[in-house]
C-alpha cells in the first residue's frame, strides 16, 4: 500500500507538480511543459525522473527548511543586541553598526543591525513614525509690533550695475512692505540703517527678525583669497 502523508507546496510549485504529472501520463509534450513552465527541457526531464523516483515531494524546493547561508548564529545577534542596549540604544542603525565595528569588532551589516535593533524594539522605521504636527504661529495684532527682514540676492539693473541686494522689511500683522532698500550684500550693518526711520513711523515695534542666516550664497559669489 503506498505511504500517505501532507507536504507543504508553494503555488508555484503545486502548478509544477500539475504539469510535470501531465508530462508523465503523456498528456504534454517536455516541450510544451518547459515553455508553461519557463524552463529547458533538460529541467524538464531532470523534474520528470524526481517525479518518478520521489514523487510530489521530489518537487519541493530542497531549500525549504535549511538554515540561510547569511543568517547570523543566535550568538551574534544576542551579543550585538547586548551592546547596542546596553550603550547605543539611542543611536540610529548606521552608526550603532559603526561603533559595533570599531569598538567591539562585530562586523554586520546596517540592514541587519537595522532589523535586530526592530524587532528589539529599539528603531522605528521613517515610515511608522508619528507625524510631527507643526502649529502655524500667529500673527501679531499691532502694526510695528515684528518686522521681518529677507534679503534677495540678484541682478536688479541688469548689466548696467553690479549684482546687488535687496532689502524688504515687512509688518508681520499687516504684510505691509515697511521699508526696501538695496545694498551690497545683506549684513547686519544693512538691517540697522533704516530701523531708526522704521521705528519713527511705528513706535510700537518691539521686535524684528532677520533671515540672513537662512540666505544661500553661491561660492562663485564669494571673494577668493590670493
Not at 520521489?54 to 551579543?79: F, P
Not at 541587519?112 to 528603531?123: I, N, S
Not at 518686522?147 to 500683522?173: K, M, N, P, Y
Request: proline share 3%; with cysteine.
Amino acid at each position: 500500500m503506498a505511504k500517505t502523508g501532507t507536504i507543504t507546496m508553494s503555488m508555484q510549485e503545486a502548478e509544477r507538480l500539475k504539469v510535470i504529472a501531465a508530462v508523465v501520463d503523456g498528456n504534454l509534450k517536455p516541450l510544451q511543459a518547459a515553455e508553461r513552465l519557463e524552463l529547458t527541457t533538460r529541467q524538464v526531464r531532470r523534474l520528470v525522473l524526481r517525479y518518478g523516483a520521489e514523487g510530489a515531494v521530489g518537487l519541493v524546493s530542497r531549500k525549504r527548511g535549511r538554515r540561510s547561508n547569511h543568517q547570523l548564529s543566535n550568538g551574534v545577534a544576542d551579543a550585538a543586541l547586548t551592546l547596542i542596549r546596553q550603550r547605543y540604544a539611542d543611536f540610529g542603525p548606521t552608526l550603532a553598526c559603526e561603533k559595533l565595528r570599531e569598538c567591539h569588532g562585530l562586523y554586520l551589516g546596517v540592514e541587519t543591525v537595522r532589523q535586530l535593533m526592530m524587532e528589539a524594539g529599539l528603531w522605528i522605521p521613517r515610515r511608522l513614525r508619528d507625524r510631527s504636527v507643526y502649529q502655524p504661529r500667529n500673527r501679531r495684532h499691532c502694526v510695528g509690533e515684528l518686522i521681518q527682514i529677507d534679503g534677495s540676492d540678484h541682478r536688479w539693473f541688469e548689466d548696467r550695475a553690479a549684482a546687488c541686494t535687496l532689502l524688504v522689511f515687512i509688518d508681520d500683522a499687516t504684510s505691509r512692505l515697511m521699508h526696501l532698500h538695496f545694498t551690497h550684500t545683506e549684513s547686519t550693518s544693512a538691517t540697522l540703517k533704516p530701523r531708526g526711520g522704521i521705528s519713527n513711523c511705528t513706535a510700537s515695534r518691539r521686535r524684528s527678525t532677520a533671515t540672513s542666516t537662512a540666505c544661500f550664497v553661491s561660492p562663485a559669489s564669494r571673494p577668493r583669497l590670493a
